[in-house]
């Protein structure tokens, strides 16, 4: 049986990649590093729902507890068009890390799972990663399952958040501006000052 460490952004994204890896007999343990996710309230929340999510289905699961707020900055500042790339990135890199170093065969992560994420750039990362380390990547096109994760999120009562997780795709979800004129290019628009 082959022991695979899944990374999860979240427990309603976790749904139906645990599913489809259970029915095939893998050994999973679902690992939580999500350094991203911000402000620190939304931080625990999702956090708060891994954790009830693992025990209802009764999942060893790793959660970095850390609110990780000044690490994900300072890796995002001055790169925020590519801000995505480089979140993917971190949080697959820790996954692949950590598997490596603690007796997993293999790793993959949720974010595939995903209709909003670069899904072949996340692919491609998992792989670049799979070969510098030396350690198996699992890869599925859980989108397949999108409907379904919905359906089934929902019916287990699972925290379902309204935006990404970082603060910059917040902004994106909630700030009506950025609507009208399209994605901020990173300048700040001067002409939202209020008097």
């Known amino acids: 049986m082959t022991k695979l460490l899944l990374h999860?952004?979240?427990?309603p994204c976790a749904v139906y990649p645990t599913d489809f890896l259970l029915i095939r007999n893998y050994?999973?343990?679902?690992?939580?590093?999500?350094?991203?996710?911000?402000?620190?309230?939304?931080?625990?929340?999702?956090?708060?729902?891994?954790?009830?999510?693992?025990?209802?289905?009764?999942?060893?699961?790793?959660?970095?507890?850390?609110?990780?707020?000044?690490e994900f900055i300072r890796s995002v500042v001055f790169r925020e068009k590519s801000r995505c790339s480089v979140c993917q990135q971190m949080r697959i890199k820790?996954?692949?890390?950590?598997?490596?170093?603690?007796?997993?065969?293999?790793?993959?992560?949720s974010l595939l799972y995903s209709k909003y994420q670069n899904h072949e750039e996340i692919r491609q990362q998992c792989l670049d990663l799979s070969k510098s380390l030396g350690i198996q990547f699992f890869y599925h096109d859980?989108?397949?399952g999108w409907k379904i994760g919905i359906e089934?999120?929902?019916?287990?009562?699972?925290?379902r958040q309204s935006y990404c997780g970082c603060i910059y795709s917040e902004q994106?979800?909630?700030?009506?501006?950025?609507?009208?004129?399209?994605?901020d290019n990173g300048e700040h628009d001067r002409s939202g000052y209020q008097q």
């Open 8 to 11: 999860v952004c979240c427990a």
């Open 27 to 70: 050994d999973i343990t679902l690992f939580f590093y999500n350094p991203n996710i911000h402000p620190f309230r939304e931080f625990q929340k999702r956090k708060e729902s891994v954790e009830i999510f693992a025990e209802n289905h009764n999942l060893p699961v790793l959660i970095d507890v850390q609110y990780r707020l000044t």
């Open 94 to 109: 820790e996954t692949a890390l950590f598997a490596k170093n603690n007796g997993f065969d293999a790793f993959s992560t």
């Open 142 to 144: 859980f989108r397949e």
């Open 152 to 159: 089934s999120s929902i019916a287990q009562g699972l925290y």
């Open 172 to 183: 994106d979800r909630y700030d009506k501006s950025l609507r009208k004129k399209g994605k």
